[in-house]
């Protein structure tokens, strides 16, 4: 089943590359994702966050975009990006107390269609790195349905996926907060960090994902 779930991931880049044109999401398509066999240690990584407008990929809108890449096992801080978007919607006092994102610096933003298309040129032939994959799947699809009608695959990694599935093998109850990132890097030794900054977050869970696979044996198979 897995196999087939990391062969779809191919036959899908394949198959969208025929008919998408010439542009951002055709380079991107065009780049082979990573072997299901690689290692690791050897794995070509993107460390990739959002901060939203709110939850619902359907009604809210990304707002900003970070990431850093991951090279055998070091994370290269000089391959930060961190994007603020000019989105037209309106922005909610509760939501900016979290994300510390004004109305007049998201005025300032690039356009959606530019910063997903760095994020696309970033993730050719990488794997994303996420914390709890559900938004960034989510948001992304929908921002390429928006901007090319389609939705392309992502091969994604989750670092609470992946906390989930070792607090799970012990078969007892435990609290659903211990698999939020701070949380998570507390258990692992790593320092407190801002929150809630998509560039922070990225950086965060790389280091975390460094951290869970300390000693990067394990190959892509074993961790999707």
Known sequence: MLFNCLFGYEAQRKRLLKKVPKG????????????????????PILSVDFETTGL???????????????????IKLGSSYHQIINTKQNLEADNVVIHQITDQQK?????????????????????MLVHFARIEKQFLKQACIELYGVSPPFMMLDTLALAKRKLDQRDIAY??????????RKKHGLPNHFAHNALNDAIATAELLLAQQKYGEKKLKELM
Not at 56 to 74: C, E, R, Y
Request: overall charge negative; charged content about 25%.
């Open 175 to 184: 609290d659903p907060q211990e698999l939020r990132l701070s949380a998570l």
């Open 56 to 74: 619902n990929a359907l009604t809210d809108k990304l707002l900003s975009v970070g990431f850093v890449s991951i090279d055998k096992q070091k």
């Open 24 to 43: 951002a999401l055709h380079d991107f398509l065009s780049v082979p994702f990573p072997d299901e066999h690689t290692r690791l240690s050897e794995l």
């Open 107 to 127: 005025s300032a933003g690039k356009p959606l269609q530019e910063v997903i298309e760095a994020l696309l040129q970033a993730l050719a032939g990488r794997v």
